[in-house]
């Protein structure tokens, strides 16, 4: 949220340098109320870790959804707010690969999620397995 925020910021301030009349007006992003209804129906089939807050990711998710979505190697779409509160913050990572940019704040992020081990993975396909072999005996 706070690379969110930082953005809007700057265009914030960008926008109001510019006086001419032919300046497009800027979009205010405002917080929706959270009682309103998701107008979304499903996920995409891929998303970064970080999409999910680490308290529902821990205590919501069933471990076949955090499976789903962890795959064997998580990955995160932004580091820490701390880095996201200033362009010389954002400065450091937004051009890094994606290789660099998990080794430098994946491992951070991902801390604060439970990741999916191994066996974990290993008892989902079995349990998916299983669950399709009954299917079909139906």
Known sequence: MAFFRLLDSQRS???SRKHSSHT????IRQDPNPSEVSKL?????????????????NNELTLQERVKWAGENPRIALP?????????NVALWKGLSEEE?????GKEVLKE????????????ERFEEKE???VAEE
């Not at 497009?24 to 979009?27: A, G, N």
């Not at 891929?46 to 529902?56: A, T, V, W």
């Not at 191994?118 to 989902?124: I, L, Q, S």
Request: proline content about 8%.
């Open 132 to 134: 399709s072999e009954e």
């Open 113 to 124: 999620y439970e990741i999916p081990t191994k066996e974990d993975r290993e008892f989902m």
């Open 24 to 27: 497009r007006q800027e979009r």
């Open 13 to 15: 301030a960008m926008a």
């Open 80 to 88: 820490l707010a701390r880095y996201c509160s200033s362009s010389d």
């Open 41 to 57: 129906t499903s996920l995409p089939e891929s998303l970064p870790i970080d999409y999910f807050d680490p308290l529902y990711w």
């Open 101 to 105: 940019f998990m080794s430098k704040y």
